[in-house]
T-cell receptor, first 115, second 113 residues
Framework: EAQVTQNPRYLITVTGKKLTVTCSQN?????MSWYRQDPGLGLRQIYY???????DKGDVPEGYKVSRKEKRNFPLILESPSPNQTSLYFC??????????????FGPGTRLTVT | KNQVEQSPQSLIILEGKNCTLQ??????????LRWYKQDTGRGPVSLTI?????NTKSNGRYTATLDADTKQSSLHITASQLSDSASYIC????????????FGAGTQVVVTP
């Protein structure tokens, strides 16, 4: 089944403790992206990757890191999480970037709470 | 300031009725506009994607329109069903930044029996 998977789905952590949220897709997509969703603010793009070893900042990259060593995986790293990073996170993938009219497929989301 | 504005923020409609959601954007240079449906707690699902040259596109009971001159789009839901209760999100991308997408805050639709 074609899908985007994220792990973990739920995570409660403490301020400053490094964490990684994994994202994997099995559709051989070139483009992958991370978003966070907060009430009243909608979805905001954190980082995106046009292909392996190519990543770029979205609108809210501060406090996050990403890497794209393999085509299928695009982990989101929080080196020192803070309470303002408490949010619902979505990973998404697409055959090519958003500038093209390819459908973007979203993962199920990861609900992160930083205390 | 958000470059993609959606209205209304929320609306309640009776099952079987029609409704129209609005999206105004200032993003340029325009590449394409998408409408997504997002059920509570789940990832968005694509409804339509329109380019500059497309005025209307349908997906079942969902019909999207685009006026690239006025930078406005609408999503019309026909004969609403309870399963249409969701958030509807307008997303715009540009030709000069292929990877970045600009999201509206969404319109929360509640369909009541």
């Amino acid at each position: 089944e074609a899908q985007v998977t994220q792990n973990p789905r739920y995570l409660i952590t403490v301020t400053g403790k490094k964490l990684t949220v994994t994202c994997s897709q099995n559709m051989n997509h070139e483009y992958m992206s991370w978003y966070r969703q907060d009430p009243g603010l909608g979805l905001r793009q954190i980082y995106y990757s046009m292909n392996v070893e190519v990543t770029d900042k979205g609108d809210v990259p501060e406090g996050y890191k990403v890497s794209r060593k393999e085509k299928r995986n695009f982990p989101l790293i929080l080196e020192s999480p803070s309470p303002n990073q408490t949010s619902l996170y979505f990973c998404a993938s697409s055959p090519r970037s958003g500038g093209f009219t390819y459908e973007q497929y979203f993962g199920p989301g990861t609900r992160l709470t930083v205390t | 300031k958000n470059q993609v504005e959606q209205s209304p923020q929320s609306l309640i409609i009776l099952e079987g009725k029609n409704c129209t959601l609005q999206c105004n954007y200032t993003v340029s240079p325009f590449s394409n506009l998408r409408w997504y449906k997002q059920d509570t707690g789940r990832g968005p699902v694509s409804l339509t994607i329109m380019t500059f040259s497309e005025n209307t596109k349908s997906n079942g009971r969902y019909t999207a329109t685009l006026d690239a001159d006025t930078k406005q789009s609408s999503l019309h839901i026909t004969a609403s069903q309870l399963s249409d209760s969701a958030s509807y999100i307008c997303v715009v991308s540009t030709t000069d930044s292929w990877g970045k997408l600009q999201f509206g805050a969404g319109t929360q639709v509640v369909v009541t029996p």
